[in-house]
């Protein structure tokens, strides 16, 4: 219910600030976890996955940064840790894909 669109509501807004490296040979992943404060403050980033591109790894870094603040949760997702792992692919499977845990 509210996670779910919650969820959405943050891979699209970090998906939207990404800027997609050019020229890049092969497949990267980078995958970034952070935390979301009850107003909306993304805190806490941690590289969890590296592209072993210190250049790229700070392309996704910006696109969280950038999105910060999110909108607040809704109510009944505050008052607790809200963790995100976002996973930044490309070229793309598909968009940058966030879970929440």
Do not use: H
Request: hydrophobic share 40%.
């Amino acid at each position: 219910m509210g996670d779910s669109w919650y969820a959405r509501v943050v891979e699209a807004r970090i998906g939207q600030a990404w800027i997609k490296p050019i020229g890049v040979q092969g497949r990267i992943e980078i995958v970034y976890s952070f935390l979301v404060a009850d107003d909306g403050r993304i805190y806490g980033t941690k590289l969890e996955k590296s592209s072993g591109n210190d250049a790229l790894d700070l392309t996704a870094l910006r696109a969280i940064n950038s999105a910060n603040p999110l909108a607040a949760p809704p109510p009944e997702l505050r008052s607790r840790s809200l963790q995100f792992t976002c996973q930044f692919v490309y070229p793309p499977d598909k968009e940058p894909s966030i879970a929440k845990e």
